[in-house]
């Protein structure tokens, strides 16, 4: 089993009545559900000490996925720090949604992380431009969702390693929605799909997406870094 953690800001789920009606226990106890029969699963919030984020918590977890949005400034900079660390010793990330704007995310990109928006997004198909890879198995050619907020492009990023989902949207839009990224010995997946107000997290195709990339992410077994002078 794969030691998951799932961070939340848990704002949203609290002072809007729209993402409350969807996600009323928050998105991480949403999530939580999905991998509740596969993982060992916990969970953590922004309000909580240290967010949610000890050291001894990040270092129990093999893979954290990462949900924020209107309080991106509100997480502190050592914990930023701790989550990053991690990674390059090899913990997976996987970013959701809005948590493209995150400290943490473009830390570990180095650029602004910026896009085109809109949240009226309507329909988007999420086509799987890159089929062998492990994230996509078990899916069709395309995912479906019938209404969501629109990510366009330019996506200030750096060009991925492996590019697993497009997204085209009602409006003529286009968006990279699957990237992988290898930060030291730590695997990265930004995922797009995730808006606070649409259950896109109760779409099994979606849930099959985030199952195949918790076990991509989570920690291989490798050779030692080491660093400094030698004898």
Same mark, same amino acid.
């Given at each position: 089993? %794969?030691?998951?953690?799932?961070?939340?800001?848990?704002?949203?789920?609290?002072? &809007?009545? &729209? /993402?409350?009606?969807?996600? +009323?226990?928050?998105?991480?106890?949403? @999530? /939580?559900?999905?991998? /509740?029969? /596969?993982?060992?699963?916990?969970?953590? *919030?922004?309000?909580?000490?240290?967010?949610?984020? *000890?050291?001894?918590?990040?270092?129990?977890?093999? %893979?954290? #996925?990462?949900?924020?949005?209107?309080?991106?400034?509100?997480?502190?900079?050592?914990?930023?720090?701790?989550?990053?660390? =991690?990674? #390059?010793?090899?913990?997976? #990330?996987?970013?959701?949604?809005?948590?493209?704007?995150?400290?943490?995310?473009?830390? @570990?990109?180095?650029?602004?992380?910026?896009?085109?928006?809109?949240?009226?997004?309507?329909?988007?198909?999420?086509?799987?431009?890159?089929?062998?890879?492990?994230?996509?198995?078990?899916?069709?050619?395309?995912?479906?969702? +019938? *209404?969501?907020?629109?990510?366009?492009?330019?996506? &200030?990023?750096?060009?991925?390693?492996? #590019?697993?989902? *497009?997204?085209?949207?009602?409006?003529?839009?286009?968006?990279?929605?699957?990237?992988?990224?290898?930060?030291?010995?730590?695997?990265?997946?930004?995922?797009?799909?995730?808006?606070?107000?649409?259950?896109?997290?109760?779409?099994?195709?979606?849930? =099959?997406?985030?199952?195949?990339?918790?076990?991509?992410?989570?920690? =291989?077994?490798?050779?030692?870094?080491?660093?400094?002078?030698?004898?």
């Amino acid at each position: 089993m %794969v030691a998951v953690t799932i961070w939340n800001e848990f704002r949203h789920e609290r002072e &809007d009545e &729209d /993402a409350a009606a969807v996600y +009323p226990d928050g998105i991480h106890e949403a @999530l /939580a559900d999905v991998f /509740a029969d /596969a993982h060992e699963v916990r969970t953590a *919030t922004l309000d909580e000490p240290d967010h949610g984020l *000890t050291e001894d918590v990040l270092e129990a977890t093999d %893979v954290l #996925l990462w949900w924020g949005h209107i309080a991106h400034d509100e997480v502190a900079d050592e914990v930023v720090d701790r989550v990053q660390e =991690r990674v #390059l010793e090899g913990m997976g #990330l996987i970013v959701l949604h809005s948590g493209h704007f995150s400290k943490v995310f473009k830390h @570990l990109m180095g650029t602004t992380c910026n896009l085109q928006w809109r949240e009226d997004g309507g329909r988007e198909r999420l086509w799987v431009v890159d089929p062998g890879h492990p994230i996509a198995d078990g899916l069709e050619e395309s995912i479906e969702l +019938p *209404t969501t907020e629109m990510y366009g492009e330019p996506f &200030d990023v750096p060009e991925p390693d492996r #590019l697993v989902f *497009t997204s085209w949207f009602e409006g003529g839009e286009v968006f990279r929605s699957g990237c992988c990224y290898r930060r030291g010995n730590g695997r990265i997946f930004y995922f797009r799909p995730g808006h606070e107000t649409y259950p896109i997290y109760e779409n099994e195709a979606i849930q =099959r997406v985030l199952h195949n990339a918790v076990e991509w992410a989570s920690p =291989r077994a490798g050779s030692p870094r080491t660093f400094g002078e030698r004898e």
